[in-house]
């Protein structure tokens, strides 16, 4: 898109919504002639990814609309033939599914590359309530550095779902049910970080 369609879509959707440009850019976190100036004066050129994807978001709108990448319709998401456990731990062997079929512009919304996504079942209560028995995850395995939220691992060899928390000694794989005492990581154990949860999907029982 060129700099002048960005500019001119952006002023049809502030004056549809009666939205003012000094909001607006106070919702970017700028001054609050950002906008005005972007529009009237062209400066900057283009706008801010980051600003883009807010705006878009705002006002309700595909990305693709003010010049972002366009996204595909849906997305085929693979569905893999295992469980991570959140019980006691065990390799859990499912059936194999049809892929999953997710609307493109909410799999971008993850921060998410597609190809990185897979769907895999939790087995056990070890992380409830915020993951039960028979969840479907969706796991992003281009985010592997174990840092904040429900992480996937391989410890030795056995399929998990848990946080990973530092501790004195190292590390520890921590459940959400108290019910259920942190798993140390020792020296020389096989931790593998598999990926970061970013969605579930929960049967209605």
């Known amino acids: 898109m060129e700099p002048e369609q960005q500019r001119t879509v952006l002023a049809a959707l502030a004056a549809e919504r009666g939205e003012s440009l000094a909001?607006?850019?106070?919702?970017?976190g700028r001054n609050a002639a950002y906008l005005q100036q972007y529009l009237e004066r062209g400066s900057p050129r283009m706008l801010r990814e980051e600003?883009?994807?807010?705006?878009?978001?705002?006002f309700g709108v595909p990305e693709a609309r003010l010049g972002g990448p366009a996204v595909p319709h849906t997305v085929a998401i693979p569905r893999l033939d295992l469980a991570a456990s959140a019980g006691p731990g065990a390799l859990v062997e499912l059936e194999s599914a049809a892929p999953l079929r997710l609307d493109g512009e909410f799999v971008r919304r993850l921060g998410a590359r597609p190809?990185?996504?897979?769907?895999?079942?939790?087995?056990?209560d070890s992380m409830a309530p915020t993951l039960e028995d028979?969840?479907?995850?969706?796991?992003?395995?281009?985010?592997?550095?174990?840092?904040?939220?429900?992480?996937?691992?391989?410890?030795?060899?056995?399929?998990?779902v848990k946080r990973l928390r530092k501790t004195t000694d190292g590390t520890a794989l921590v459940s959400d049910n108290p019910a259920y005492p942190p798993i140390p990581v020792r020296p020389g154990d096989r931790l593998e970080i598999v990926g970061r949860v970013v969605w579930l999907a929960r049967r209605l029982r």
């Open 23 to 28: 909001a607006l850019s106070r919702l970017l």
């Open 51 to 58: 600003d883009r994807e807010k705006l878009a978001r705002y």
């Open 115 to 124: 190809e990185a996504l897979s769907m895999i079942a939790v087995r056990g």
């Open 134 to 160: 028979g969840d479907s995850i969706l796991v992003d395995t281009g985010s592997r550095d174990g840092g904040e939220g429900v992480q996937v691992v391989r410890h030795e060899g056995v399929l998990l």
